[in-house]
């Protein structure tokens, strides 16, 4: 891997980035309104119940989410760019390799991530006095770490489906996120899941990141061994991810997949 083609990409990309204004509002935006929406809800249920820890469940939640919607996303979105533009051969057809592609759109995207969670942290704490840090640092990243691997594995893999299979499933690049959310526990702990579902949940390692997100908030506490579980599940997704992906991108240059979108 050469670094300087990385960086020569994650350039192009920070170009395109600040030329497009749907690509700010997806940093800022569209994150603000999510916040927004739970923020208030939250403020609404607390009074209810008469319970603060209801606003570190639903914001922490709303804020930690961010890295996982933002890793999948834009591993999907700036693969679909080239595809729009036509430049998908040309991509392919530099000394670029894939190892180089995929690490330079998940650092990027990393950067936009951090972005988005500084942005929120700032918000979240003027408008509603809630610090998502006060469960400390050292947590907080390593469960924003978790959730970008996970994010990784699932972009890389919306993106070999386009591969296999044509940009008429590009849709999953939005969906994705939403598949995924009502499985990982984000807003709710996993025990308020029909028992079926909560079987489901544990096949996905971002319901135990969530839970460890409550537990951190609630008891000052870490079960390591269900987070150690969690990167175990997010390195064997995004090996497997990336095997489909080297197999499928194989595969459209077989069958003449990228030259069909290059006419």
Do not use: C, H
């Amino acid at each position: 891997m050469k670094f300087y083609r990385v960086n020569a990409l994650m350039l192009k990309y920070w170009y395109v980035g600040i030329r497009r204004i749907d690509r700010l509002l997806d940093v800022f935006y569209w994150p603000l309104i999510g916040l927004l929406v739970w923020g208030f809800t939250t403020y609404y249920i607390s009074d209810l119940v008469k319970d603060n820890f209801i606003v570190s469940v639903l914001l922490g939640g709303a804020i930690l989410w961010t890295f996982f919607n933002r890793a999948q996303y834009d591993i999907g979105i700036y693969i679909l760019e080239d595809f729009w533009s036509r430049n998908i051969v040309n991509l392919f057809a530099s000394p670029i390799k894939n190892s180089e592609l995929i690490t330079s759109i998940a650092l990027f995207g990393l950067l936009r991530s951090v972005a988005s969670f500084l942005f929120l942290l700032f918000v979240s704490y003027f408008l509603y006095s809630f610090n998502f840090l006060s469960i400390g640092i050292f947590y907080a990243t390593i469960f924003a770490f978790g959730l970008t691997l996970f994010g990784w594995a699932i972009g890389i893999f919306v993106i070999s489906m386009i591969f296999r299979f044509g940009t008429r499933l590009q849709s999953f690049v939005w969906m994705i996120g939403w598949l995924i959310e009502p499985f990982s526990a984000v807003y709710y702990p996993l025990d308020s899941l029909p028992v079926w579902l909560q079987n489901l949940s544990m096949f996905f390692p971002t319901t135990y990141i969530f839970e460890g997100m409550r537990t951190a908030f609630r008891n000052s506490i870490i079960d390591w061994k269900a987070l150690a579980l969690s990167f175990a599940m997010n390195i064997i997704f995004l090996i497997l991810a990336y095997i489909f992906f080297e197999k499928s991108l194989k595969a459209a240059k077989k069958n003449g997949m990228l030259t069909k979108y290059q006419e």
